[in-house]
């Protein structure tokens, strides 16, 4: 895929008004279910490696071994063979002191990557040790060269850069994408212990993008890192501006979930037995009488699923009873049907979710299991006393 294409296939995204995703990994299977999964761009990062070695980010900077090795070994052999309609793009250490960056860049072309990106990058190093570099000539100065190089050669760019100058160099040596690093990801187990804040992230990223954007209008602006790890992360990164057009994970997309799914189900499977009381499917497969009434067990499913489709009948049959009993147990003990209990039950949580500004009404709708919305603003109205538009604009005057 040539750069011409993949920058249309991306400026094709935005204008339908979807941000770009690009996902760093070292493995196979998280490149081939990312692409799967609409991933716009494969980075391939030695960082990515390591992290599947069940090391630190951080071993991508340490003489482990050669970087740009590493990268072509791997990805070559293990990504761009199974990645076919997506991009992948070669993590490139523009400091390495054996290779002549105009051929190096030529052979990654030739081995099937659609473009680089700058990584490892001496943005990320401070202090006396990034003196001392700068002094023997490993230089940030060589990775915006050579992605300069790379796109004289027609290779797709992606440039990390941490401050305003940065960004301004990198958008003149024609980056396609411009990502504010906001540094290592935090949290999970080897997640980095000092970051900053989503807010204080936000305003560095939109001074970078800013700067970049003088110079060169029609770059793509993303993000990668820091505190920004989760989907409401990104979410908050986005709202209230245009600049940020898209977010890079590596951690974020397998690490942090590794760690968290394979903790869980390593637990789980250890402790066959003595599951939690309180999960809701253990009650349901071991039977409901074992642990609560039936009135009990129909509002906790109600509460756990009712974005979902939720049919009484299933309820009854889980818990063992008719259909008939069941409901007349519920109206008993709660003064109402089940189907009245249900809506009631959407709608206030509705009423909840319209206090949120960015909310539209038919996201709203949807959420509270109306799919339909023109059903949900009847049903709203006949609960609340207004249509789901009024009661959002009321909330709005009153504040």
Do not use: W
Not at 145 to 153: M, N
Not at 236 to 263: D, K
Not at 308 to 318: Q, Y
Request: net charge neutral; glycine share 8%; charged share 20%.
């Amino acid at each position: 895929m040539n750069r011409t294409a993949i920058l249309e296939r991306l400026q094709s995204e935005l204008r339908e008004g979807n941000h770009i995703i690009g996902v760093s990994t070292g493995t196979g299977i998280t490149a081939k279910v990312a692409a799967d999964s609409g991933a716009d761009f494969i980075l391939m990062l030695n960082s990515g490696k390591f992290r599947q070695m069940g090391r630190s980010s951080l071993a991508g900077f340490l003489p482990f071994c050669n970087s740009n090795e590493m990268v072509m070994d791997f990805a070559s052999k293990e990504i761009v063979p199974l990645v076919r309609d997506t991009p992948v793009l070669f993590g490139l250490n523009a400091n390495d002191p054996t290779r002549e960056m105009s051929l190096y860049i030529e052979e990654i072309k030739a081995r099937g990557f659609a473009g680089v990106n700058n990584y490892p990058t001496v943005g990320l190093i401070d202090g006396v040790f990034r003196e001392a570099l700068e002094e023997d000539g490993i230089s940030y100065d060589r990775e915006v060269e050579a992605i300069r190089l790379a796109h004289q050669q027609e290779l797709f760019t992606v440039a990390f850069v941490f401050d305003e100058a940065q960004a301004v160099q990198m958008a003149e040596a024609g980056a396609d994408v411009i990502c504010v690093h906001l540094g290592l990801t935090v949290g999970g187990l080897l997640g980095a212990r000092k970051v900053v804040s989503l807010e204080a992230a936000k305003a560095k990223a939109l001074r970078i993008l800013t700067a970049c954007g003088e110079v060169k209008p029609e770059v793509i602006k993303m993000i990668y890192g820091g505190p920004v790890k989760t989907p409401v992360d990104v979410q908050y990164m986005y709202s209230n501006n245009t600049q940020i057009m898209g977010y890079i994970g590596g951690s974020a997309f397998e690490r942090i979930p590794s760690e968290q799914s394979i903790t869980a189900i390593t637990r789980d499977f250890k402790r066959l037995g003595k599951l939690d009381e309180d999960d809701l499917m253990v009650k349901m497969l071991s039977g409901i009488t074992r642990h609560y009434d039936y009135v009990e067990f129909v509002k906790e499913y109600v509460a756990q699923n009712y974005s979902e489709e939720v049919v009484f009948a299933d309820l009854a049959k889980v818990a063992h009873v008719s259909r008939s009993y069941l409901s007349s147990l519920f109206k008993k003990e709660v003064g109402c049907s089940f189907q009245n209990y249900l809506v009631g039950f959407r709608m206030q949580k509705a009423a909840i979710l319209l206090q949120a500004p960015h909310l539209q009404l038919s996201e709203v709708s949807a959420m509270v299991g109306y799919p339909d919305y023109a059903q949900f603003s009847r049903m709203f109205k006949k609960l609340m006393g207004s249509s789901p538009k009024q009661y959002k604009s009321n909330l709005n005057t009153k504040t």
